[in-house]
């Protein structure tokens, strides 16, 4: 530990001793989504099981809710649910990660964790950060107990991944498969084309490049958070690339996370299916998923975007602090798809209930922390579901569409997001003090979005020809400091 740690830490502390009490007193600040204690929160880093405990690193700037040079924030729970946020273990202060600990992964073997990361280098001078003068250093932290993290190895530079490579090499993530240890890493090239580039290794720590996927046509310049994970037997990449133009219904937001089912070997002869976005809403990108100790694959997302403004916006900016992570959501492919579904434990958050059978038009009590529930829908007509008189779900049976939309300002600029769906059969809404999450059909369609109600009405009104509503009250979720 360097003075430079030493000095960062002390500091960071004060930050968080210094705002924390104003974003405590937030109206919009949340109740069982993963939060920063202060400032910018963004990418969801390192996830993983480790001894007994669920591990959740995240990109984290404690100076300045806009966000800034980032460090690493550390949140622990045994259960998914009850949260002890364990400070700042990985910080910028080292020659190699001086401008940004980005993000990365965790590799779990033998007892120990292997903390993989990107290290943000801009040199001084008039460099344009694209092409020439940033590094993009791969590093290695080692710890037993993730407490102690031992010291800052730089694994790669620059140099290792191709001369055709942009400055922009980035978020590696690792795992072992048929006695081989694999990374994947982000990439944009000199040609401005979104790539993942595949490396091997034998000892985790000496790494060589084998392999580059990307799609036949350019889909964007820079993808950006590779995941190479199977569910259900199906191998699938997901990335969040950027630069992909707006298509009918699709790809709304400033920038996309979605995923490719692979054909074939990634290691070397391999197809991509039709790339499908893994939200509608407004808010999510950069998601990162982990299998847990019941061998679920568990993906938690970063309930925000980079570069969203002036379209859209968080006022929550003005209190001391932005963004939030998702609720984990299980994953399973079926019908051609990954379905995503909140995890069980959320479920003990559950506190009271009122059940509705609903027919024609019903405005039902509802709850500052709820979960709705529609099924036993007969969506002849269609189906709408406005909550608090903010926020409108429709399901038009002619048109085939489901739609969010912001009935007024409460959005903050966010106004609709429309997805292709041929029927509706049941309907999850998770509602926070700022946040939304809605699943439907079982999670084959999700939507995240953040929004700002000024006033709570705490009601559902329903529209639709019959369906059972249950509204669940939530309780909070537990936070501790270490």
């Not at 985790?204 to 799609?215: G, Q, V």
């Not at 929550?316 to 399973?332: A, D, F, M, N, S």
């Not at 007509?381 to 739609?403: M, P, Q, R, Y």
């Not at 959005?411 to 609709?416: E, F, I, L, M, V």
């Amino acid at each position: 530990m360097n003075a430079t740690h030493k000095d960062l830490k002390k500091v960071i502390k004060t930050m968080e001793q210094l705002d924390e009490p104003r974003v405590k007193k937030d109206k919009w600040r949340l109740g069982f989504h993963l939060m920063p204690p202060v400032g910018w929160l963004n990418d969801p880093n390192g996830l993983c099981y480790f001894k007994g405990k669920y591990h959740v690193f995240f990109q984290y700037s404690p100076f300045d809710p806009r966000g800034g040079i980032k460090v690493w924030g550390h949140y622990t729970s045994p259960n998914l649910v009850d949260w002890t946020y364990e400070g700042t273990p990985l910080l910028a202060d080292q020659a190699e990660d001086c401008h940004g600990v980005y993000s990365g992964s965790t590799f779990i073997e033998d007892d120990k964790a292997y903390i993989y990361y990107t290290g943000n280098v801009k040199r001084l001078g008039d460099f344009d950060y694209d092409y020439v003068g940033r590094e993009a250093n791969t590093m290695l932290v080692e710890t037993q107990d993730m407490k102690y993290f031992g010291p800052k190895q730089c694994i790669m530079t620059n140099k290792d991944y191709t001369e055709k490579m942009s400055c922009h090499v980035r978020d590696p993530k690792v795992w072992k498969e048929g006695g081989i240890y694999y990374m994947v890493q982000g990439a944009r090239t000199k040609e401005d084309r979104g790539q993942v580039l595949v490396f091997e290794s034998k000892d985790k720590k000496k790494w060589k490049l084998i392999n580059e996927i990307t799609s036949e046509e350019r889909f964007g310049y820079m993808w950006e958070c590779p995941d190479l994970f199977k569910v259900d037997g199906i191998t699938i990449l997901s990335i969040s690339p950027q630069g992909v133009e707006r298509q009918g219904f699709e790809f709304w937001n400033v920038y996309q996370s979605g995923y490719y089912v692979i054909d074939g070997d990634f290691r070397s002869t391999y197809s991509l299916n039709n790339f499908c976005e893994l939200d509608r809403g407004f808010d999510f990108y950069a998601s990162q998923t982990f299998q847990d100790e019941k061998g679920r694959r568990i993906l938690i997302g970063w309930m925000g975007l980079p570069d969203c403004e002036p379209e859209y916006h968080n006022p929550t900016v003005e209190k001391g602090w932005q963004h939030c992570l998702t609720i984990p959501r299980e994953l399973h492919f079926k019908e051609g798809k990954l379905y995503q579904n909140p995890v069980k434990e959320i479920e003990s958050l559950r506190k009271q209930c009122i059940i509705n059978n609903i027919k024609g038009e019903e405005t039902l009590p509802a709850y500052s922390l709820s979960e709705v529930i529609v099924t036993d829908i007969n969506s002849e007509g269609g189906l709408s579901l406005i909550i608090n008189e903010d926020v409108s779900l429709t399901f038009d049976t002619a048109d085939e569409t489901f739609t969010l939309e912001f009935l007024n300002a409460t959005g903050a600029g966010r106004t609709k997001r429309i997805v292709r769906l041929k029927e509706l059969r049941s309907l999850r809404v998770f509602c926070d003090y700022s946040a939304l999450e809605i699943f439907i059909n079982d999670g084959q369609e999700v939507f995240a979005t953040r929004y700002y109600p000024e006033q709570r009405k705490n009601s559902i009104k329903v529209i639709c020809c019959k369906a059972t509503v249950a509204v669940w009250e939530l309780g909070e979720m537990k936070y501790d400091e270490a």
